[in-house]
Structures are given as structure tokens and as C-alpha cells.
């Protein structure tokens, strides 16, 4: 084909057409000018295939992740409703005039954790889980690998719709704010308690509610009252944080398989 072309530009010098040798030597030029452009294009369209690729496979692995976390914030929440709701209802057995258990009904969210409705009146049963409760709080663990995959291996930046990039930092940012220090505040929180019962009774947690006129004792020691309701305001503050965290990941989540869908 190249021989071709250069006997036909041969022809054309030797006729001394030099004007349509070089409208001839032009249009090679435009046309290789073509060529180029559109083999770039399809190397472009490969390049842009791939990332594409690439994109939606990492946030098929985001919504994984996501997926998990919802799951654990829903037991996170679970655990801490029936923390805070079982200690509020042990101090409301105490008669003790609290705002907090005069003006809130105390109720929980499901039986997972009690089976039936908080009992109104002494239930040992009730008491014995309530204070086994008080020193196993469930630990959110947040699924991070995945968004920090996205973002080491930079397809973040090439995510183009803002409003999901928006919905992500939200999302991990909040995690960190209500979930970050969970360990540090929860085991500040139990450890006082721990020590002040092991201090002043010579007792271990689970050793309290099978000691006599339990309930008076509660009630005649603001120091055990004041660490129980830390307890449960910690709790309540887990409840909080996994309830507005599964909501945006509820949100994301959608977002996730929108974008999925249009790659």
C-alpha cells in the first residue's frame, strides 16, 4: 500500500503536477492525522473502559463493606438500647426521682436481647442480664478497607459524581466521630464503675445483683447511681451514633448502586 502511494507521488513529480502532488501530499497528511486521532480515541475509550471497570468493581466492594457495618451498627444499637433502658429501669425500681426515667417511657426497640416488655416490677432475671449487659458492650468495628482501597489506588479522584464523594466523607467522617474513641470512653466509663463496686463492696460486676436488699443499696449510694447513669448515658450515646449512622448508610448505599448501575 506504501509503494502504492509512492509511485502514485512519483508519477505526479515526474508529470510536473507539483501543485496536485501537493494537494495529494496534504490529504496523506489529513488522512495519517485521522488515523492517529482515532486510534487515540479508542485507546481513550479502552483507557476510560477500564478505569470504568476498575470503579465498579472497588464500589461493589464499598457496598460489601457498607453492607457489614450496617449489619453491626444494628446490633450495636440493639446491645445499647437494652444497656441503657434495663440500668434506667434498675434505678426506677430504686424509686430514685431521676429526669431521665420520669419523663422518658422506658421501652425497647426489640426483644433480641429481652424477651416481652421491660418488667415494671423487681424481676431478678432481668436484673442478673441487665448488669451481665453493663460490662459487654458490642464494639463497632467500622469496614474501612474497601474506601481505603478506592482512595490508595486512585480511583477516588476519578470519581465524578460529587454528591456520592460528599455521602462517603460524611459517612466514614461520623463513623470515626461517634465510633473513634468508642473503646477509650466505654472502658473509662465500665473501669470506674468496675472499681468503684469492687472498692467500696469487695465485689465483681456480676456478683452485685445477688446481693441482699440490692435495690436499697442502690438507692442509699449516690456514687453507684452517678456511675450507673454514665453507663447508661454512654449507652445512649452508642444508640445515637449507630441509629444516625445506619441511616446514611441506608443513603449511601443507595447512592453506591445508582453509580453502579450507569457504569
Known sequence: MI?????????????????KYLLYAIGEIILVVIGILIALQINNWKEERLVNLQIKTNLINLSTAINQDLELLKEVEE?????ANSILQILKWTEIPLPEIDTIPIKLMSTSKWEGAVPETFDAD???KSF????????MIVQTYAMEE????GLYS????????ILLNKYYSDLKWFFGPDELSENKTVDEYKNYILNKYNLIVLDVPYVDNFL????????LVARLRDVAGNAGWRIYGAKTSKNRAELLLKQIQAEIDQL
Open 3 to 19: 509503494k502504492f502511494f509512492r509511485k502514485i507521488r512519483q508519477k505526479m513529480l515526474v508529470e510536473n503536477k507539483f501543485s
Open 79 to 83: 446491645v445499647n438500647d437494652f444497656r
Open 126 to 128: 432481668f436484673l442478673k
Open 132 to 139: 451481665w449487659s453493663i460490662q459487654g458492650p458490642r464494639r
Open 150 to 153: 478506592l482512595k490508595n489506588s
Open 158 to 165: 476519578k470519581l465524578d459524581n460529587q454528591e456520592l464523594k
Open 216 to 223: 436499697e443499696g442502690i438507692k442509699k449510694d449516690a456514687g
